[in-house]
């Protein structure tokens, strides 16, 4: 069967399959093999269900969106990768807002039940974008750990730019805008250097969810910190 979705989809795993072997000895990649290990290995944390009921899907979809982001990367479709790197963030900042709300220890915790009723009325939407904007997740986290809250603050707002958001500097990474329409490249080489650019990224962006969730479970991550503290080099200029 010939179809040209079908030819994309083998372009793009023959580039992951390629990107992974001539560049598998590298720092990035085994740092992102180190990163999956770190996410299962939180996985298996006992949980406090009463407190925690949330943190074990925030954990997973975080985990789940940084492998999605992988695999655009590694296959070459940069910009793409920018919006995934974005929900990894905010599942790691959704998580750390809930896990901080100072009436956590009551009946009725105000942020794990406004993000819960999200979808009862229009009413209910609006109280959790305004409990959940970014503004407030990033004072919040900023509050907990100033040079963290910094750093993915500078991330976030590079995924903004470089495709999480439809925005010039995303476009023109891989396009050649000309008068009469120009090209896009979807899938780039992974020895280029914007593709380059986007795996270092990939992995800023997971080290730095990790250690959010670092913050929430404190001693309980005894044994991944030291792990997690080995990655310190991937963000110590972001």
Known sequence: MSHKLLEFIISAQDNTIATLHNFENTPVIQAMF?????FNEIS???HRYSKELLLPLFVSRCHSTFLGAVRLITSGQVVETYMLLRGCIENA???HFIQTDPTLDTDSPERMFIWLKREDDEKSRKVCRNMFSYSKL???????????????SDLY???LDYGAHPNFLGHITTSDI???G???DILVSGDTDICKVGLQTTVKVGVVSLKMFELIYGSRFEGITEKL???DWAIEKT
Do not use: F, W
Not at 34 to 38: C, S, V
Not at 138 to 152: D, V
């Open 34 to 38: 180190t990163i999956d290990e770190l």
């Open 44 to 46: 298996v944390i006992k």
């Open 93 to 95: 900042l959704y998580a």
């Open 138 to 152: 990033k004072k919040n986290l900023i509050n907990h750990s100033s040079e963290l809250g910094s750093k993915i």
């Open 157 to 159: 707002e590079h995924t």
């Open 178 to 180: 000309k008068i009469d």
């Open 182 to 184: 120009g090209s896009v």
């Open 229 to 231: 503290s080995s990655l």
